[in-house]
C-alpha cells in the first residue's frame, strides 16, 4: 500500500443520503485500494445545527453502521469520531488564528446555512471550514474525496497549510480534493436547484440509505419534474437531469445510456424505475445494517480511535513546538 494518506468525513447529523453516497462514499472503496485511508464521523461538525442529544448518538453509531455496510473494511482503514481525538480542535484553534475573516465570509455552506438556520448562525457555522482544515492537515493526508459542495472547504485548508508553512516552516502536506465527474452534486428532490441536503427542512428533499421501499417510491413519486413529456437531460431540465444522474449512477452507465432505456416512455415509468433500482441498491445495505449490534460497532470506533489518536498527538507535538507553546 502507497503510504499516501487519504482522509474523509461524513457528519452524523441525520441520515445518509443518495447524494453523500453517489457524491463522496461511492469512491471510497476504490480508493481505499490505493490509499492509507481514515475515515471519521464529523460529530463536531453535527453541532453547528442544533441536534438533539439522543438523536446524534443514534445517527453516529447508525453512520458507523452505514460505513461498514457500504464496505470500508476496519482492519484496512481507521474508522473513527472526530470528537474522540481531541487534537481536532486543538488544531483549529490555532488555524483559527491564521484564517482570516474575509476567507471564511465568502464560504458557500456558511451563507445556505445561515439563511436555512436564520434563527441559529453561530460562530461553529462560520469557522466549521477551519475545523474541517484541522480534520484533514492533521494526518497528513494527501486525498481528500469529496462532493462538489465540499470543495471550496478543502481550498480553505490548502491556504492555511501554505501559510502555516510559510511562517512556521515546512510542516503540513498540501491536500487535493478527490472530485468525480459524475453526480459530484446531487440535487433536492424537492427543489432541483440546491444540493440534496440531511439537514433539508422537508425530508422529500433526499432518499437516505435507511428508507425503506415504500417510502422510497413515495419520494420518487413525489419528486418535481420538469416541463414536457420525455425523459431526458439538459441544461433546461434540471429535476429530470438530476433524476437521470442518480438512474445512471446506481446502474454504472452513462445518463445517454440511462436516456435510451426511457425512449417513448413517461415520466410515471422512469420514476416507477428509478424507484426499483434504488431500492435493489439500498436493500443489501439496510440487511447489513440491521445484521451489526452496537457491540461491534464501538469496539471498531474505539480501535479507529487510539489509531487516529497516535497519528495526531504525533502531528500536535509537532505543530506546537514550531508555533513556540510550551
Ligand atoms: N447533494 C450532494 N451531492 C453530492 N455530494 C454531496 N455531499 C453532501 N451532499 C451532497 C458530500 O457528502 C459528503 C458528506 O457530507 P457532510 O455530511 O460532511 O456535509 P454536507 O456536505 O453538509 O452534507 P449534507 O447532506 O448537506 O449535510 P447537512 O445537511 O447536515 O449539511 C461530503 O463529501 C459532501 O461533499
Redesign the pocket.
Known sequence: MSTSRLF????P??I??L??Y????KQWLELTKKYDSIFCI?DL??LT?RQKSAELRKNTIELAKIYLALGLDPQKSTIFIQSQVSEHTELAWILNTLAKLPELERMT?FKD?SIAHKENINAGLFTYPVLMAADILLYDTAAV??????KQHVELARTLARRFNEYFGETFVIPESLIQKQ?????GLDDPLK??????VSSFN?IALTDDAKTVEKKIARAVTDSGREVVSGSDKPALTNLLTIHSLLKNQTIAQSEKEFVGQGYADFKKALSLEINKFLQPIQKKISATDDKTVLKILFDGQSRAKKLAEKKMKEVKEKVGLI
Open positions: 474523509s468525513g461524513i457528519q447529523s441525520g445518509i443520503h447524494g453523500n453517489l457524491g463522496a462514499i464529523v461538525h453535527a445545527v455552506q446555512k474525496p469529496v462532493g462538489e459542495d465540499q453526480g459530484a452534486r446531487i440535487m444540493k440534496m441536503s440531511k439537514s433539508a433526499f
